[in-house]
T-cell receptor
């Protein structure tokens, strides 16, 4: 099992669809993250979960809804997206203890295309 | 306004020579810096980091240099190998403990055999 796995790897959806991205980490980490990588832009942090508690929401539109049922799983629920939301969505995990974060371990990403 | 800048979108280097990837930052609160490497169709992987209390950190063929006064860091790869061809991201945080990483746009390195 690879450390951080994301499914699906590719997703094409219409603006009225509802879909979800899934992330699972097998590293025993307690923090999980969603990042967005758009073309010609830096990686942007979207959400951070620490022990299932959301600790960061970087002004992400409500059409993106994260869910962290346990420290190993992270979802990103998508609804009524816009074409400009097309991007690579990367999940990452790290060990976070007393506010000290270790290096990030990334999944392979989910390539999202919104038509 | 970008706080971490990688001004060279791409770099080509001959195999065996040195690759130097540059990164500039503007936020003086940043004190921990990392380099990530990304192959196509894969997620970024951690390469090397440096704390602001150091000016150099070395790991095998990879060395990161930090110039705090210039707010500049660089990644040196020597000797460069074709397998080093990838996109390299510079990232910074305010504190080694911070989970808020600010990334640059990346530099695509091509090592020519």
């Amino acid at each position: 099992e690879t450390g951080v796995t994301q499914t699906p790897r590719h997703l094409v959806m219409g603006m009225t669809n509802k879909k979800s991205l899934k992330c699972e980490q097998h590293l025993g980490h307690n923090a999980m993250y969603w990042y967005k990588q758009s073309a010609k832009k830096p990686l942007e942090l979207m959400f951070v979960y620490n022990f299932k508690e959301q600790t960061e929401n970087n002004s992400v539109p409500s059409r993106f809804s994260p869910e962290c049922p346990n420290s190993s799983h992270l979802f990103l629920h998508l609804h009524t997206l816009q074409p400009e939301d097309s991007a690579l969505y990367l999940c990452a995990s790290s060990h976070l203890s007393g506010g000290v974060a270790g290096e990030l371990f990334f999944g392979e990403g989910s390539r999202l295309t919104v038509l | 306004d970008q706080q971490v800048k990688q001004n060279s979108p791409s770099l080509s280097v001959q195999e065996g020579r040195i690759s130097i990837l540059n990164c500039d930052y503007t936020n003086s609160m940043f004190d921990y810096f990392l380099w990530y490497k990304k192959y196509p169709a894969e997620g970024p992987t951690f390469l090397i980091s440096i704390s602001s209390i150091k000016d150099k950190n070395e790991d095998g063929r990879f060395t990161v240099f930090l110039n705090k006064s210039a707010k500049h860091l660089s990644l040196h790869i020597v000797p460069s190998q074709p397998g080093d061809s990838a996109v390299y991201f510079c990232a910074a945080s305010a504190g080694a403990g911070s989970y808020q990483l600010t990334f640059g746009k990346g530099t695509k390195l091509s090592v020519i055999p």
